[in-house]
């Protein structure tokens, strides 16, 4: 035997159902899937509308997917939290930095409340 699985090995499709019942090993489709997430610790896989087989059998269920995932990054995918910025704090890094208030409020979203590193910012530029 050359290569690996065997082509014609004498089953027909209902001789190898007849077969899986015999094992308790049933087969189904679910129908209407719309979507399925695989989550690893960098990436998600989106499967949509993918098509999902419960292969049943005594004492496990496999599901097969079936479908092209769209691969997305899990880093920094947690949404953050909002940084509450005080007018004080605002109007600090104006003073400091000599820029406008929108100015200081993107740097203070940026740096994440950090005055000292919002004000470090326009001084580098």
Do not use: H, W
């Given at each position: 035997?050359?290569g690996g699985f065997r082509k014609g090995i004498g089953l027909n499709p209902r001789q190898l159902?007849?077969?899986?019942?015999?094992?308790?090993?049933?087969?189904?489709?679910?129908?209407?899937?719309?979507?399925?997430?695989?989550?690893?610790?960098?990436?998600?896989?989106?499967?949509?509308?993918?098509?999902?087989?419960?292969?049943?059998?005594?004492?496990?269920?496999?599901?097969?997917?079936?479908?092209?995932?769209?691969?997305?990054?899990?880093?920094?995918?947690?949404?953050?939290?909002?940084?509450?910025?005080?007018?004080?704090?605002?109007?600090?890094?104006?003073?400091?930095?000599?820029?406008?208030?929108?100015?200081?409020?993107?740097?203070?979203?940026?740096?994440?409340?950090?005055?000292?590193?919002?004000?470090?910012?326009?001084?580098?530029?």
């Amino acid at each position: 035997m050359r290569g690996g699985f065997r082509k014609g090995i004498g089953l027909n499709p209902r001789q190898l159902n007849q077969m899986m019942r015999q094992m308790g090993i049933s087969i189904e489709e679910i129908s209407d899937v719309e979507e399925i997430v695989i989550k690893t610790r960098d990436a998600e896989l989106l499967f949509e509308k993918p098509l999902v087989t419960v292969i049943d059998a005594p004492g496990s269920k496999m599901y097969q997917i079936t479908g092209t995932p769209i691969k997305r990054s899990r880093l920094g995918a947690e949404p953050e939290s909002e940084v509450s910025l005080s007018p004080e704090d605002v109007a600090l890094v104006m003073e400091k930095a000599g820029c406008s208030e929108a100015e200081a409020r993107a740097a203070l979203a940026e740096t994440k409340g950090d005055l000292a590193e919002a004000i470090s910012r326009f001084s580098r530029e």
